[in-house]
Nanobody, 121 residues
Framework: QVQLVESGGGLVQPGGSLRLSCAASGSIFRVYAMGWYRQSPGKQRELVAAITSGSSTTYAVSVKGRFTVSRDVAKTTVFLQMNSLKPEDTAVYYC???????????????WGQGTQVTVSS
């Protein structure tokens, strides 16, 4: 069984920084792309940043230059360094990963439980 466990959310003042982490664990044969989405009340979930197994990255226009997505050497943990945070960054942040649990099984889309990020003075 695959699990994605997030950590690092919290309350921060505008202009501050936070670092989110998401670790994949369980029965894992291979992890492909990993990324972060966010959802605020009344809005659709949106892609924030993603990183492929080859370390190519994609960012939402609204966070480019402020957020950095990265992975550990084992490629089972993804990080999101968030700098120069703004009130509009407030949302629940979800980790997402494209994982093949076993060689005999197809790839699937997995989600973390979400972590709240609140940017407020």
């Amino acid at each position: 069984q695959v699990q994605l466990v997030e950590s690092g959310g919290g309350l921060v003042q505008p202009g501050g920084s936070l670092r989110l982490s998401c670790a994949a664990s369980g029965s894992i044969f291979r992890v492909y792309a990993m990324g972060w989405y966010r959802q605020s009340p009344g809005k659709q979930r949106e892609l924030v940043a993603a990183i492929t197994s080859g370390s190519s990255t994609t960012y939402a226009v609204s966070v480019k230059g402020r957020f950095t997505v990265s992975r550990d050497v084992a490629k089972t943990t993804v990080f999101l360094q968030m700098n120069s945070l703004k009130p509009e960054d407030t949302a629940v942040y979800y980790c997402n990963a494209d994982i093949q649990p076993r060689l005999q099984l197809p790839r699937g889309d997995f989600w973390g439980q979400g972590t709240q990020v609140t940017v407020s003075s």
